[in-house]
């Protein structure tokens, strides 16, 4: 059984920055493509950030040159690093992973339980 747990969320004033982890554990071989997403009550769940296996960055356009995506692939770990928080990046944060199994060509996708994330003075 893979869980993804995040931490690092909380309660930050506008221009703060805050960093998100989202580690993986379970018996699995090795994990793709990870990504955080975002949710706000009422909407869809909108991509923010995206890394691949090999180290390769895609940003959501509103979060471009404040937020950085990085893994440490020996913790099973994703981080997400913001910076420069606005109100309007309130929500909910979740990460994503593409587990590989042992066995099986066949990629998984898994979700974390997500981190409340509030800009607000």
């Known amino acids: 059984q893979v869980q993804l747990v995040e931490s690092g969320g909380g309660l930050v004033q506008p221009g703060g920055s805050l960093r998100l982890s989202c580690a993986a554990s379970?018996?699995?071989?090795?994990?793709?493509?990870m990504d955080w997403y975002r949710q706000l009550p009422g909407k869809p769940r909108e991509s923010v950030a995206r890394?691949?296996?090999?180290?390769?960055?895609d940003y959501a356009d509103s979060v471009k040159g404040r937020f950085t995506i990085s893994r440490d692939n020996a913790k099973n770990t994703v981080y997400l690093q913001m910076n420069s928080l606005k109100p309007e990046d309130t929500a909910v944060y979740y990460c994503?992973?593409?587990?590989?199994?042992?066995?099986?060509?066949?990629?998984?996708?898994?979700w974390g339980q997500g981190t409340q994330v509030t800009v607000s003075s």
């Open positions: 994503r992973a593409d587990i590989n199994f042992r066995g099986s060509r066949t990629q998984y996708t898994y």
């Open positions: 890394i691949t296996s090999g180290g390769s960055t």
């Open positions: 379970g018996s699995f071989r090795s994990i793709g493509d």
